[in-house]
């Protein structure tokens, strides 16, 4: 394969490409063109068209790899090398005009992001990272929070669409942070949570029932700005396991914190 910085670059442009469209979209969205997936789980043409434009682009930039994507434009299919898309990130935010979405991509070697690339079009932020080659946004170089406590910390996160048997559990654990934080945030994208942990604007991002397609480029990229990622456990089942916590000096304390409700 070409090398990954190479490789980066190119996924770079292509995120642009799709986010520029996106964001060409937003403002004329025809209303007639959204689908429900769930009650709450919206979905439009935007998010199936980029998909198909990004399934098409990167066969060509890395023939071998497989994929995994949001809107099923190809076969699930995982090889060695595996691209994980989301192609639009915050549907729900784009559909009523909050400039809040972004395009996801990752790049898996077995179960590990190697390559994540994040571009919100409307705030025009490029978040990037390779394996070893740090992280990244708008080309300069980018690191986690250094707060050590949870009282000194902005989180965020988000609410699962579908009701749940740790219901109570969960929120206790809002209730507690909401009280003893500096403050929560739902932004609506988990994927610019993760970015917006990479560069230090929030403390820490956790959330329940995640998808890998809405986490996969975010983890590389809050890992190599030094953060630290993991599941409600303290392990590393976060990409498929739907529990992640991602952060910088405070994701230990955050997780004892979740484990302490959750487990309960
Ligand atoms: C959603 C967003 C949201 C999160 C949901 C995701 P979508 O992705 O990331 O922040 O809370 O769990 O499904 O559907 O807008 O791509
Ligand atoms: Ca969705
Ligand atoms: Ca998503
Ligand atoms: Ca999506």
Redesign the pocket.
Known sequence: MKDLQTLRREVEILSQKAGAFMKSECQKMDKNRIEKKGRN?LVSYVDKETEKMLVKELSALFPEAGFIT?EGTTEQRKSTYTWVI?P?????NFLHQLPLYCTSIGLLKGDQPILGVIYAPETDELFSAHQGGGATRNGKPIHVSEAETIEDSLIAT????QRFDKMDAYLQILDHLMHNTHGLRR?????I?LAYVACGRFEAFY?Y???PW?VAAGIIIVQEAGGKVIDFDGQDNFLFGKQLIAGGGIVGDLQQLIASYWYK
């Open positions: 789980d949001e989301d639009l990130d915050g549907t729900t988000g609410f699962p669409y932004l609506g994208s988990a994927a949570d959330e029932n995640l998808k809405d």
